[in-house]
């Protein structure tokens, strides 16, 4: 049986949501960026972000580093939207079929 820590799961990927609003917002260079980014689903940060990436060169926009650590970025960037979907899993449905048992988060309440 696995174990999570709903609230800690939940935080932690408020924080990853968090990260990704700046990170495409720092991508698109706009002084509005941060408007474009509000509200928008994990999803759309994460596809929006891929694209900017994928397209920067093509579009000549300013160097993104290292070919290598922009590839590392990018499988990063996947990597969160992955991981964000199996948050919802766990959050939302049953886990892919595994038995969850939900535990406290040590603070006594339910």
């Given at each position: 049986?696995?174990r999570?820590?709903?609230?800690?799961i939940?935080?932690?990927?408020?924080?990853v949501e968090f990260?990704?609003r700046?990170m495409?917002?720092?991508?698109?260079g706009?002084?509005?960026?941060n408007?474009?980014?509000a509200g928008?689903s994990?999803?759309?940060l994460?596809?929006?972000?891929?694209?900017?990436?994928d397209?920067?060169d093509?579009?000549?926009?300013p160097?993104?580093?290292?070919p290598?650590?922009?590839?590392?970025?990018r499988a990063?960037?996947k990597l969160?939207?992955?991981?964000y979907?199996?948050?919802n899993?766990l959050i939302?449905?049953d886990?892919?079929g595994f038995?969850?048992?939900?535990?406290?988060?040590?603070s006594g309440?339910a």
């Amino acid at each position: 049986m696995r174990r999570y820590h709903l609230g800690a799961i939940a935080e932690a990927s408020a924080g990853v949501e968090f990260t990704l609003r700046a990170m495409i917002a720092s991508l698109l260079g706009s002084p509005r960026a941060n408007v474009v980014a509000a509200g928008q689903s994990v999803t759309w940060l994460v596809e929006s972000a891929l694209a900017v990436i994928d397209a920067n060169d093509d579009f000549g926009g300013p160097s993104l580093g290292d070919p290598q650590e922009v590839a590392r970025f990018r499988a990063a960037i996947k990597l969160c939207g992955d991981l964000y979907t199996k948050r919802n899993h766990l959050i939302h449905e049953d886990a892919d079929g595994f038995e969850v048992e939900l535990v406290g988060d040590g603070s006594g309440g339910a």
